[in-house]
C-alpha cells in the first residue's frame, strides 16, 4: 500500500505511532485484530512489523554483515544461525560482496539497501518503508522499486510513503492520501491520481 | 550569589550554545580567576574588584589561546570526545595550581569589608554586595554586547543555526574563538568577584563545575537569559533552603531541581534550550 | 587475538602475575599493583556501560561508595566478614543502579551524564548527612580483620601478598567479564545502541532492558571494589570514596586504555597509576595531573585509546604472520 501526501501531511508520524516511536494520546493501533498502540518499538518488532528511516540509520562503524545480524537475532538465537541468514538476505538485496564493509563506507543506495535488508531480517509481516527512494537518481529508482516488488513476493505487506510518484503509482496496489493530518483519499491508483480533493492538496484551490 | 552564579552560567551556556561542547573545565577558569585576584593582592597590593579591569582581558586571551591550539583540533572528534578533553584539561588545571599552590585554604581579605551592610535589616557582606554589583553590571553589558554589537549578533545566529551562519558569511571559527574566549573571561570574572567571599583552594574547580551544569541545565543549555534566571534560581534556592530546610542539605536541593528539570523539561525550565 | 587462544594465554598470564609476591617483597611495587589492579577492575566495570553501551556516566563514585559503605557497615555494624561482605557490597550497589538506571535511562547523551554526576553528588550528601548509617564525615575506621585460613596457611594481614592476589582476582573476574560480555550477544547489542539507538529499537532490541542489565553488571563490578578498598585501606569516608574524583578516574583509565576492549582498562591504569603515584611521592599532591595529561593526549591523537590503537595494528599485522601455513590456535 503506497502512502501519499503532501509535506507535512504526517506520513511520517503515522510511521512513529505504528512503530512505536511515538504515543499516540487517543485512538488505536491494530496490527492482525491485537492492539499495539503504546507499546515500545522493540515489542512492535518482535510482533512483525519493520520499518526503515527516512534519513538512514546504519550502525556505522560495524559491518555490513554484523548491521544485519543484529536484526537477525530476533528470529534466530545462535550466532551462526543468525549470520548465515544475514548472508542469505545480503544476497537479495544486491549487497552480496559487501558484507564486511563498514556500513558508513556504503554509498547512498547500497545504505539504502541495507537498511531494507536489515529491517526484513527480523522476519516481518508488515514492512513500512519510510521514503526509500529518495535522493536516488532514476535508475537507482528503478532498482529500488524493484526491490519492493520482490520483498511483496516474499509474502510481506509492504506500506510505502514516498513522494515518487511514478514508482508508487506503478507497484501499489492500494494508495491512501493524507492532508494535514487526516486521510483525504483512498482506493486504487488510477482513482486517487483523479480524486478532485487529492488534486486540490497537492496543486492548490482551482486546479481541480 | 545568584549574580555571580549567573555570570559562570553565561559563560558555560554560550560556549555550548555556539559550540555544542560542555567545556568541563570551566570550573577551573573560575578557580583561575579566583587566584589571578588574590595574586594580585598578594604581590602587587590590587584590589580585587578593581583587578577585574586586568584579568578579565587576560582570561579572554587566555580562552582564545585554548581554543586555538587545543580546542580546534578536537572538535571533529565529536561531542563525546571533546567532552572528554575538556575533563583531561580541568584536570591537568586543577593539578598544576594543587602542585603550584598546594592545597591549602587561602582566604583574601579586604580592609573595608569586614563590616557588613544592612539594607533592610538584612546583613548582607560587603565583599558580596559589591560582587553582586559588578556582576550584574558585567551582565547588563554582556547583554548589550550580545544585542546591539556585530560581534555580539554573529555569536548568536551562529548558536542559533551554525550552518545558516556560515551561509551568511560569518568567520564561525572566529566566532568560536571569542565565545570560548569570552566564556573563559566570564568565568575568571566570576572568579574574581567571588575571591573574597570564598575560600580559595585549587580544586574549587570541582565544586563550581557541578553548580553552573544545574545553572545552566535549570535555564536551558545555549540560552543566555536561561543562564540568568537559572543563576538566580539556584541562588535563591540555595539561599532559602539554608535557611528553612538546614544548611547542609541545601546543595543537596539544587541536585534534586536539577535531576527534576533534566527529567522532565530538558529544555529548561524556561524552555529556551534544546532538548 | 581471539577465541581459546586468549582465554589460555590470559589465564597463564594471571597465574604468572599470581607468583609475583613470591619473587617481589618491595612492598611499595606490590602496593603500586594492587592499586593498578583496583584501578583496572574500575576501568572495566565503567567501560561495560561507557566503552560497550556507549553511556558516559560521570557517577561510578557512587556505586563504588556503596560497595565500599556497605561491606563496611556489614562488618563494623553486623559482623559480616568482608569476604561475604564484599560481593554483598557488590550486589547492593547493583540493586540500587537497577531503579536509577531506569529512571536515567530516559536521558540521552550528555544529559544522562549530567545526571549520573548529580546523583553520585547527592549520594555524597546523604553519605555525609545521615550520620546514623555512614558516620558521617567521620567515616569508618577498621582496626582489625577477622582471621582467615586459605590453604591452611593463615592470612598476614599486615603484608601486601594477600591484597595482591584478592585484587588480581578481582581484577581477573572483571576482565573475564567484559570478555565474555564482548562475545556475546548481550554485547552485541550494545554495541549497536551505542551506534544508533533507533535503530537498534527498530531491530527488537530492548534497549531499556540491555541497558539496566548493564549498568546492573557495571554496579557489581565497581561495588566489589568498592569492598576491597575498604578491606586494604581500612578507612573511608564520603570524600574518599564518593567524590567526583573518582568517577572521572574511573572514565580517564577506560578511556585512555582504550573504550570497549578487554586489555584496555589495564594498559590506561597502568600508564596512569605509575605516573600519578610517582609525581605523588614526589611532591604529595597534585598526582592527578598526568591523568589530564594523558586524557587530553589521547582524545587528541589515539582517540582509540592507547590499547585500542594497539590492537588495531597488531590485527593489521598478525594476518601477515598467519600466512607462512602454521595454524593459529
Known sequence: MGLIGPNGAGKTTVFNLVTGFVRPSSGEVRLAGESIAGKKPHAIARKGVARTFQIVKPFARLSVKENVTLAAFLRHRSRPEAEDAAGALLERLGLGGRGEKLAMELNLMDQKRLEMARALATGPRVLLLDEPMGGLNPSEVGAASELVEAIRRGGVTVVLVEHVMKAIMRISDRVLVMHHGERIAEGAPADVVKDPAVVEAYFGHGAA | MGALYAMIGIGLTIVFGVMRIINLAHGEMVMAGMFAAYLGQKHWGLDPFLS?????????????????????????GGELNTLLYTAGLSLLIANAALLLFSGDYRTLTLGYAIVPLRPFGIAIPVALAIGFALAVAITTALWLFLGRTDLGRAIRATSQNREAAILMGIDVDRVAAVSFGLGTALAGAAGVLLAPSLYLYPTVGELVIVKAFVIVVLGGLGSVPGAVAGGLLLGTVESLGAVYVSSTYKDGLGYVLFLLVLLYRPSGIFGVGRS | MKGRGALAAGGVALLAAAGLPLVVHNSFVLHLCILVFLWATLGEAWNVLGGFAGQVSFGHAALFGLGAYATAILYLRAEVAPWWGIPLGGLAAAAVSVPTG?????????????????VAELMKLVALNWEWATNGPTGFLITSLPPLHLLGLPMDWEAKAPFYLAALAMMGLAMGTVAALSSSRLGAYLVAIRENEDAAEAVGIDTVRAKVVTLALSGFLTGIAGGFYVLYFRYIDPDAVLNLGISMEMVFIAVVGGLGTVLGPLVGALCLTFAGETVRERFGAGHLIFYGLFMMLVIRFLPEGIWGRASKLIDRLSPKEARPGAPRG
Open chain 3, 102 to 118: 531506569l529512571v536515567a535511562f530516559r536521558l540521552r547523551g550528555p544529559y544522562f551524564s549530567l545526571a549520573t554526576l548529580a
Open chain 2, 52 to 76: 577585574i579591569l586586568l584579568w578579565a582581558p587576560v582570561l579572554f586571551l587566555a580562552g582564545v589561546a585554548l581554543y586555538r591550539f587545543l580546542l580546534a583540533r578536537v572538535l571533529p
